[in-house]
Each structure stands twice: as structure tokens, then as C-alpha cells.
């Protein structure tokens, strides 16, 4: 059974902002195989959908497993407070789907290379 993804991000009164966060799910949806069953993306505040309005659609959609991912870069109270406070509420209301939360995108081995790649990018098309 493949796994469903949830990708969190903090959310902004800037309509724009929250616009990257739905576009950059759109892209990872198109680049993953389908390694997910389903990928949406939700908000801690500020934006819709909430955390659990979008684990309550992967779960009307059918999700048994879910895997949050938390869209932010260090381990502040969102990270190691808010998030899991809101999976656990859903998680209480539905004991037979399974709800993991990922490691926050910050801790990601791959963020030294990307930043790395990102900077040489931006250099090549500046000249």
C-alpha cells in the first residue's frame, strides 16, 4: 500500500507566498513516480487548508498511511510543538490510519548540495 504525503508549511498573509507552497507540492506531485498514492499540502496558520483539513481529505480519499512533511528549515516550536500537536488530534480521530511525521526539511543531508547547486545555478545565469 503506498503511502500518502503531506507537505506543511508555516503559511503567510501573502496570498503569493502561499502560492509557492501549493506550486512547489504541484511539482513534487509531477516528479514522484507516483511513490505516493496522494500529495497535497496543507497550512499551520494563516492559509487553508489547515493541517487537519488536509489530513481529513487523504483520509476521505482513502489514505491508510500518511506521511507529514514538515516544509520548514529549523526545529522551532512549530516544528517541535504545533505540527505534532495537530497530527495527534487527527491521529486520535482515526486510529486505524497510520500518521508519521518526516524529519523538518532543514535536517535534510542534501540541503548543504542543494544550497550549493542553488548558488552556482544563480551564478551561471547572472554573467
Do not use: W
Amino acid at each position: 500500500m503506498k503511502k500518502s504525503l503531506l507537505v506543511v508549511a508555516h503559511g503567510s498573509r501573502r496570498q503569493a507566498s502561499n502560492d509557492e507552497v501549493r506550486a512547489l507540492t504541484e511539482r513534487v506531485r509531477a516528479e514522484s513516480n507516483e511513490r505516493f498514492a496522494a500529495i497535497e499540502c496543507a497550512f499551520l496558520e494563516l492559509a487553508e487548508p489547515s493541517i487537519p483539513d488536509g489530513l481529513e481529505r487523504l483520509i476521505a480519499d482513502g489514505a491508510a498511511h500518511i506521511t507529514v512533511l514538515p516544509y520548514f528549515l529549523a526545529a522551532g516550536r512549530h516544528v517541535i510543538e504545533d505540527i505534532p500537536e495537530e497530527v495527534s488530534t487527527t491521529q486520535s480521530k482515526h486510529p486505524d490510519v497510520h500518521i508519521e511525521i518526516a524529519p523538518y526539511l532543514g535536517t535534510s543531508e542534501t540541503m548543504p548540495r542543494l544550497l550549493l547547486t542553488m548558488l552556482a545555478d544563480s551564478a551561471a545565469t547572472s554573467v
